[in-house]
């Protein structure tokens, strides 16, 4: 089987061929790990951080209750997750048709983690490429025991760190610690998650790497219809680079490309990117850095392998059809979800109707109905509400029972009240229903909400 016949991670038995990328540095490298390290000081640090009384981002499903930069989202809210969710998958559509894969590369958890943390445990412990090239294909000794001992040991710890902060996610960053202080046995779903999330984790990062992008990763299958020939991505100038080195006779001018295949050596996926385009590059720009440095080593410009466009000296059109159709859904759902949130109320109310009897008669004779009042408060201050029937209802002789005058509901918090309607069975119509307004005041902003309900009796004698 050719090497351009099978994937760049296996050999010509069909076995994994263990890919172990030499280091590069340039540019592009800078740039990217100036990227990476704004990226996981994200990731560590906003679960830690408090926005208005509340965690940064918390999505607490168990719960229903979401906490996303000061705002507080109840299950009822949704319907935002539309707009949300569409506003990521179109600007990965849009990022995709401009810069190709520049999200695998740049920003993805599973590039950002390998490049930034775990291959630099791995320098750290084993050595360069060479040296851990020579280690893995040596035979078990004490060395490499001891060696791949540490490397796994501190693959573990900083794996457990990475789920710990993905958790508080999920669970709080409070909760997270009260349990990690308290035994086990005290929240064993927990415990199993983060174990779990743990050991996937260092399964991942610290061994299944590239086959990820390459086998499982469905973005690398789609990305080429995202993607026109007007997109950038990582290309080869083949005009410029060919033929190469090792392909020319003494009579045929040869091109830029000196066949020192370090393109292919930093390559995380081992990929050729001089046999075009890819489904398993993944746009890190190494190869860019790597071709450049040899470039100025044997007194050729630099831009071998760039960023460009896949036709080759063609001009890069940014206002595509494409492009401007991505913008303007993007900006829609941009607007919706704005409007959504600026007209959003600070508190959220709905009544039921009591699961019970649809009425029930008291030895006095009233009607008496149940009603479940149910308050959300989406603001960030405790707040105080008030029940109450306004006066045309009170003018029909119709009362309200209820457990307490005032309800405090604290912030991002719900309460449901149980009210109960009695009325006389002389004031229901002929179908056997009377119009019931319930009034809800909120105390501290002053705010007022008329619900109206349906109070049922018997039907009227005669009828």
């Known amino acids: 089987m050719s090497e351009t016949s099978r994937l760049s991670m296996l050999d010509e038995h069909g076995g994994r061929k263990r890919i172990i990328p030499a280091e590069v540095k340039g540019k592009f490298r800078r740039r990217r790990t100036y990227v990476h390290f704004v990226l996981l000081t994200i990731f560590l640090a906003l679960p830690w951080i408090q926005i208005n009384g509340t965690q940064a981002v ?48 740049w920003a993805c958890p599973q590039t950002v983690f390998i490049d930034s943390i775990y291959q630099r445990i791995e320098t750290l412990v084993e050595g360069n490429y060479l040296e851990r090239r020579k280690l893995y294909n040596s035979e078990m000794s004490t060395e490499k025991f001891l060696k791949y001992s540490l490397k796994w040991f501190l693959f573990l710890i900083v794996s457990s760190l990475f789920s710990h902060s993905f958790i508080a996610y999920f669970a709080g960053s409070r909760h997270l610690i009260e349990m990690m202080w308290g035994s086990p046995q005290e929240n064993w779903n ?46 080869y100038d083949q005009q410029r680079g060919e033929p190469r080195k090792d392909a020319v006779t003494d009579n045929t001018k040869r091109g830029d490309c000196v066949s020192c295949n370090r393109c292919v050596q930093v390559c995380p996926t081992g990929i050729d990117i001089r046999n075009g385009i890819q489904m398993e ?29 896949s036709t080759p000296h063609s001009k890069v059109k940014y206002f595509r059809p494409r492009i401007v159709a991505y913008l303007l859904l993007i900006l829609i759902c941009l607007f919706g ?68 005058d005032r309800y405090e509901v604290a912030a991002g918090d719900s309460k449901e009240v149980h009210l109960f309607a009695s009325f006389s069975a002389k004031v229901v119509d002929e179908r056997g229903k009377v119009s019931l307004t319930f009034q809800i005041h909120e105390i501290s902003q002053k705010g007022m909400r008329l619900i109206e309900v349906t109070g049922v009796g018997p039907y009227p004698s005669g009828k």
């Open 190 to 235: 927990y415990f199993l998650i983060v174990s779990g999330t743990t050991a996937l984790v260092l399964f991942n990062f610290g061994w299944f790497r590239e086959q990820f992008c390459i086998i499982m990763c469905p973005y690398g299958r789609f990305q080429s219809v995202l993607m026109d020939q007007q997109s950038i991505s990582v290309v």
């Open 281 to 309: 590059c993944i746009g890190c720009t190494a190869c860019i850095d790597a071709c450049d440095d040899i470039m100025r080593k044997v007194n050729k410009p630099a831009g071998l392998i760039s960023y460009n466009v």
């Open 58 to 105: 918390l999505l607490d499903i168990s719960a229903r209750r979401f906490e996303l930069f000061g705002q507080i989202f109840l299950s009822h809210d949704s319907p935002l997750l539309f707009f949300i969710i569409a506003i990521v998958a179109l600007t990965v559509m849009l990022t995709t048709a401009l810069w190709g894969r520049v999200w695998c590369g």
């Open 337 to 404: 979800l704005t409007f959504n949130l600026s007209t959003r109320d600070p508190f959220s109310i709905i009544v039921l109707r009591g699961t019970d009897a649809p009425y029930q008669l008291s030895p006095e004779g009233l009607v008496i109905n149940h009603f479940k009042l149910n308050i959300h408060n989406q603001s960030h201050a405790s707040q105080v509400f008030e029940v109450s029937l306004p006066d045309h209802i009170l003018e029909q002789s119709i009362r309200l029972v209820q457990p307490s």
